[in-house]
């Protein structure tokens, strides 16, 4: 028998819904109220899943937070902040955008922060190091801020080696290093940006979110602030999987945990009509890398005018996957086919802003 | 001026990161600044710190921080003189939504 638990973190706290079978789904909440929960990270230890949250008060600042009882209780350390800017630096922490587990090492915790910023913890996520190779680059001063700040939100180890990472940003676009964080090249090329004069910039691409094919590591997918993308050389160049798409605006991307292929979008119209296309919330997912899509999403509502945000969907390890998604009017859909229906697990939150999902024994 | 000691009230919302007190005092034996009334208050308890200022010692933008009913942002901040006596509060600013 496993549990399945879901953590929606939202604009004024946090939700936790369990279930042992995906259909009945007790749901807990809320934790931290009226503090804002933008990032949630599984990592899984030997003792089992330990999850690692942001949480930013309008008032009291961000911080982190663990729970190594899924999410019953949390701790905090009494005597330091888990990531403090270094002096030299003259910056200070505003949100913890992001939270992965490392693929090699059950130590390794990786943060991507605002202002944009990657930290590695090796102790589990007490304590983070400013990765400096990041923080000195040269780009970095030009990168700018996307309407919710400028951050580093999406961070993708590669599972077969260690020294090799990609991050994207917005704005500034997709960056990776081959020499474990010491150097940092831009892997942009192909990805259009529509509002800067030059349509292919080497950065500043307002990128959203970028998910890894699990069967071939090297084969990325990237939606983009317009654009829906593909990479088969590591990102090395980017090639447009739009055609088929009812829009190419959007914020999420999510892959199959083990089957190669296979992807899911969560659209919306453009980026100045942020609602679901027709005003039907709904999936579009491709099997075949983005080839062709198909539209996905019995029983999401219509008429809808939300939207979901970057990492405000999730999908689980079961062997027929389960998607989850969260929109900013409170409403968390969960699919227990792979997208083909949902129903509707927790209702009337405040704005979702992070999904991830943990299957426990 | 003499020495002598300085009061810091804190919100509800700050008990559990002071060691579960809602004031704490601080002694001051000579001419100091909010900053250093702070720096002292905080000396054993770095996470109400972390909760009033930022790494890089501003006060968080929503707090708001009174010497004797004054608002230091009118003054002079964290340079604000504090004197022996004196009354510190701190507050969450009106924010939200």
Known sequence: MTSTVVAVGTRKGLWLARSDNRRDWVVEGPQFLMREVPSIGVVPRPEGVRLIAGFRSEHWGPTMLHSDDLGASWHERPDAAAITFPDDTGAALARVWQVTADPHDPDVVWAGTEPHALWRSADGGASFELVRGLWDHPHRPLWGEGFGGGAIHTILPDPQDADRMLVAMSTGGVYATTDGGATWQPRNKGIEARYVPDPFPEFGQCVHKVARDPATPSRLYLQCHHGVYRSDDDAGSWQSIADGLPTDFGFTVLTHPRRGGSLWLVPVMADSERIPPGGQLQLQHSDDAGDTWQTQGQGLPHPSYTCVLRDAAAIDTHDQAGLYVGTRNGDVFASTDEGASFTRIIEQLPDVLCVRVAVVP | ?97
């Not at chain 2, 579960?20 to 710190?49: F, H, I, W």
């Not at chain 2, 006060?59 to 510190?88: I, S, Y």
Request: aromatic share 2%.
């Open chain 2, 1 to 97: 001026m003499t020495s002598g000691r300085v009061r810091i009230l804190l919100p509800g919302v700050l008990r559990d990161d002071a060691g579960g007190v809602s004031e704490l005092g601080v002694e001051v034996v000579a001419a100091t600044t909010l900053r250093g009334v702070l720096d002292a208050a905080t000396r054993t308890c770095p996470r109400l710190d972390v909760r009033m200022r930022d790494e890089t010692g501003a006060l968080r933008r929503h707090v708001n921080v009174f010497v004797n009913g004054e608002d230091v942002r009118r003054g002079a901040g964290l340079e604000t003189p504090v004197d022996a006596g004196a009354v510190v509060h701190v507050l969450p600013a009106v924010s939200g939504g």
